[in-house]
Structures are given as C-alpha cells and as structure tokens.
C-alpha cells in the first residue's frame, strides 16, 4: 500500500514525456500511411488503457467525490490535469440538459515544440490519447462517455477543446 | 529564454509516462514480429533524438562540466537520471584505461509493473532508449560513445547495468 503510493507521487521531466509521446505519434503515422483517422483511434485505445488505470491514482490521492457527471468537470480540470499533466483546464460550455460539457486547455503539455506537417492538420488529433484517457477514467467511475477534440490549436484553432458526452 | 527555461523544469506523473513508453515499446514489437533486435535498435534510435535534445536542458540547469569522459559518469549518474527521471545511479567497474564504465540503477523509473513476456526475456532490452539518450547527448559534448544494456532485472537479471564505452 504505501509503497506504491510512495511510488505514484513520482515525477518525470515533462520534455522526457513531451519527447517519448512523440515517438509514439510518429511511430503510428509511419504506419497507417494515408489513414490518420486509424491513428486517432490507435491513440485513443491507447488513452483507455491508460485511463483505467490513472484513475486508481487519482482516487487514492484525491478527496473529492464525483456523485453526478456535472462534478466529473471540476474534478477533471482542476485536479485530474493538474495531478498528471501540470496544468489546469478551464470547463465551459456546459449543455443546458447537463450532459455535456468542454474541457478548455491554455496551455497542452503533450505539445510543446510540436508543429504538425500540413498533411496531418486536416485529420490528425495530435493529443487524441487524452480522450482515451478520460473514457478510461470515468468508465472506472461508473460514467460512460464520449470524448473527442473539437479544436486542437497544432490545427490552427484559437484554442484547444476536448468535448465530453454523457452517454444515454 | 525565461519562457524555456521556465517550460523545461515542468514535471509529468511518473506512473503516465511509464504507460506511455510501455505504450511504445508494445507497438514496435507489433511491428516487429519475431525481429526483436530490431525493436532494440529501433528504441535507441529514438533515444538518441531525445538526447541531443535534452542535453540542452542539462547543460542550461547543471553547472558541472564534463572535460573529461571519466567525468560523464558522475554528471550522468547524480545529475541527469535524477534531472530527467528522478532516481539515480551507481557508477561502477571503470576499466583500468578509464574508457569505460557501468551505471547500475537500483530503480529503474521505466519499468514499474512491467513484465515481459517470455518470449522476449531473452532477447528484448526493454529500456533501451536510455542508451540512445546517452549516446546523443554525450556526443552532443563531443563523447562519442558505445552504449549498451548488459543486464537487466526484467530479464532475471540481479540488477540493471548500462556499459558505457569511449569510442575515440
């Protein structure tokens, strides 16, 4: 138990993790050829798995209940973010039933230094595993979502936006 | 330059970027099929891009210069596994010429949860892309180098050993 607490509290250089996501990207693209809608969903696979098992953390290191899918926002922006990215996200754009909201990155640790070539700025979501990461996370929490980037700011938009869905 | 340096002393959760490389790694032996070795080479290749870019945050954070390559090893072994990967390592059986050395890490920041399976514990250095981080950024401060795994408790190793070797 405290061992492995001990050991989730551990920190990695963020241009070593910047670096290494890269790679993955690259790596990916190199092989889908022509078909970049293969690596956003390669990517967001990848996030799942990932999520399924980040949420353990999270829950072990946080206080904060999410009782409805409304409270799924703040925890996501204000502690999720912050506890495995180094940043906060902003939410905003909440639907009115409720049910789905934005999650607004000023700052995306995944990219810095990161310029898309022009044949992947149509298609590619360069940081699709956060998506996976989030339906990973919350499916542990009992939440079934949809995720997906609306504006990515490596695509040229004024900034970068990640819609989550509450599904049924 | 502020901005940089204020960027490059960001930290990400250790426990992500472990899944992250592990991500990496599986999807190159993916690729591979039973060509492991080339997954070793594939993993130093990367590497080696990251560490003629990360020398760069080394040299603008540490003020201990290397003018010799026996110097290396400390800088490496108490300065950059503890810059870039938070733990550090034990430098040891120096050749009598001084031209080569080992580091051995007592935790290996890339490898928490990780099993191999089987049928890669004979052939697959799972960290390899730390060799190819040395290899690029010593050659970055004018050390060419050899660089390789020689043991590695994943494989059932009693511990896990980097040679580092001068090329002239």
């Excluded at 390669?42 to 409270?71: M, N, W």
């Amino acid at each position: 138990g405290d061992r492995i607490f001990e050991h989730t509290m551990e920190k990695i250089n963020a241009e070593l993790f910047v670096m290494t996501y890269g790679s993955l990207v690259t790596h990916l693209l190199s092989d889908a050829g022509e078909n970049v809608e293969d690596v956003n969903s390669q990517l967001d696979h990848i996030g799942y798995k990932i999520g399924v098992r980040l949420i353990d953390e999270y829950l072990a290191k946080s206080s904060t209940p999410c009782r409805s899918f409304r409270d799924t926002a703040e925890a996501i922006a204000k502690i999720g973010f912050k506890m495995f990215l180094g940043v906060y996200a902003n939410v905003c754009n909440f639907s009115e039933d409720g049910n789905s909201y934005s999650l607004v990155l000023d700052e995306n640790p995944l990219t810095p230094f990161v310029e898309l070539p022009t044949k992947y700025k149509k298609d590619l979501w360069y940081s699709n595993v956060l998506c996976g990461v989030l339906k990973g996370a919350l499916e542990m929490v009992s939440f079934k979502i949809d995720c997906y980037f609306v504006k990515d700011v490596l695509r040229g938009d004024d900034c970068t936006e990640i819609r989550v869905v509450l599904k049924e």
